[in-house]
């Protein structure tokens, strides 16, 4: 998850609620605490990204049977192969880099590149909606704080000892 805005936004995959959940309640996870989520976001980002990954995977992957078990991705490089072989795939990568970087075609162009709080009156509002921001210094600092710590290695639990840990 890379932020454009210098800020790491994430939510919880349905793997992973539990634990936090479980945390919260017998009082080893304050949300309130910048440590505690910042602490949070760098345990469980990266096994939700991997989760991410896998699902992505998988189904670009997956036989569909009434396409004769071909996957997504096989279907596409044959459609694509057919496609150069009968002189209708021209190779023309598109619109040259003038005409694609003129602002009428950027479809992106009323996204914001600052964070957008005008929900929200405050900070103080914003955390009462359940609402907590990890600012991407916050995370560098404790990455470095963590030094060799291994919070990344598999637990066997989803990461719960290792957010523990760290």
């Given at each position: 998850m890379a932020p454009r805005d210098?800020?790491?936004?994430?939510?919880?995959?349905?793997?992973?609620?539990?634990?936090?959940w479980v945390a919260?309640?017998?009082?080893?996870?304050?949300m309130g605490s910048p440590i505690d989520r910042v602490c949070l976001y760098i345990v469980f980002q990266p096994r939700i990204q991997a989760s991410l990954d896998e699902?992505?995977?998988?189904?670009?992957?997956?036989?569909?049977?009434?396409?004769?078990n071909k996957s997504p991705r096989a279907i596409y490089e044959l459609s694509r192969e057919?496609?150069?072989?009968?002189?209708?795939w021209t190779g023309d990568?598109?619109?040259d880099i003038a005409t694609v970087?003129?602002?009428?075609?950027?479809?992106?162009s009323d996204d914001p590149t600052a964070p957008d709080y005008s929900d929200y009156a405050d900070t103080t509002a914003e955390r009462e909606a359940g609402v907590y921001?990890?600012?991407?210094?916050?995370?560098?600092?404790m990455r470095r704080a963590?030094?060799?710590?291994?919070y990344l290695g598999d637990d066997g639990n989803w990461g719960i000892g290792a957010q523990g840990n760290v």
């Open positions: 210098g800020i790491s936004a994430w939510t919880f995959n349905p793997k992973y609620p539990d634990g936090a919260r309640q017998v009082g080893l996870l304050d699902t992505l995977n998988s189904w670009n992957l997956h036989p569909i049977r009434t396409a004769k057919r496609a150069i072989n009968r002189g209708y990568p598109g619109d970087s003129h602002p009428s075609y950027d479809e992106l921001v990890n600012h991407d210094d916050e995370v560098e600092e963590l030094g060799d710590l291994d």
